[in-house]
């Protein structure tokens, strides 16, 4: 069973901190991850994606990804009440798993930043 | 470009009663999906489709149905709604398998089943 595991949370930073979410997956050759945030009562909507191991930077949010260790990781920096929200994790299987055309979702991490 | 738009957002059913959400995309999507959330919980998926005329069961597709007759559209049938089928329900769409795939969720459709 493939598997994306994140912490439930909730998260809790002060306005202005970094907030770390952090995303573990079972496959370990799934290539495609994503980071999507969904506040109360809307739909998920893509943050970031990121393929290669490293860094991603898009404004406040940076996306790590290590194949290696089998972990991707999302940073919000100066964070603002406004980034209140559920982050959820979502990882692509591999072309060579035979089912690749849907991705695997994490529960979600719960993220709280207080004014 | 409207993306994926789901009617209705709101419905309540009662036990035994039958239902279809919409969705339809404008974006020449092949692949859909539809998801339902649980409060608290994650999305699971219910069924995918890869294109027109071809569709798949998901993680948790008993007491639905769906058919996907043209590109744009992928209805979802509840028959004889039984209240754990009261949920969020998502439809997304995406282009392609590609490595850069994202998908598109619509506003989603709450339902209440008593």
């Known amino acids: 069973q493939k598997e994306v595991e994140q912490n439930s949370g909730p998260l809790s930073v002060p306005e202005g901190a970094i907030a770390s979410l952090n995303c573990t997956y079972s496959?370990?050759?799934?290539?495609?991850f994503f980071w999507y945030r969904q506040y109360s009562g809307k739909s998920p909507e893509l943050i970031m994606s990121?393929?290669s191991n490293g860094d991603k930077e898009d404004g406040r949010f940076t996306a790590q990804l290590n194949k290696a260790s089998q972990y991707v990781s999302l940073l919000i920096r100066d964070s603002q009440p406004s980034d209140s929200a559920t982050y959820l994790c979502?990882?692509?299987?591999?072309?060579?798993?035979?089912?690749?055309?849907?991705?695997?979702w994490g529960l979600g991490t719960s993220l709280a930043v207080n004014p | 470009n409207a993306g994926v738009t789901q009617t209705p957002k709101f419905r309540i059913l009662k036990i035994g009663q039958s239902m279809t959400l919409q969705c339809a995309q404008d974006?020449?999507?092949?692949?859909m999906y539809w998801y339902r959330q649980d409060p608290g919980m994650g999305l699971k998926l219910i069924y995918y489709?890869?294109?027109?005329?071809?569709?798949d069961k998901g993680e948790v597709p008993n007491g639905y149905n769906v058919s996907r007759s043209t590109t744009e559209d992928f209805p979802l049938r509840l028959e004889l709604a039984a209240p754990s089928q009261t949920s969020v329900y998502f439809c997304?769409?995406?282009?392609?398998?590609?490595?850069?795939?994202?998908?598109?969720f619509g506003q989603g459709t709450r339902l209440t089943v008593v």
């Open positions: 496959d370990r050759g799934s290539q495609s």
């Open positions: 974006m020449n999507h092949n692949y």
């Open positions: 489709s890869v294109g027109a005329g071809i569709t």
């Open positions: 979502a990882v692509k299987p591999p072309l060579f798993a035979g089912n690749n055309r849907k991705l695997i």
């Open positions: 997304a769409s995406s282009l392609t398998g590609a490595l850069d795939t994202e998908a598109f």
């Open positions: 990121i393929y």
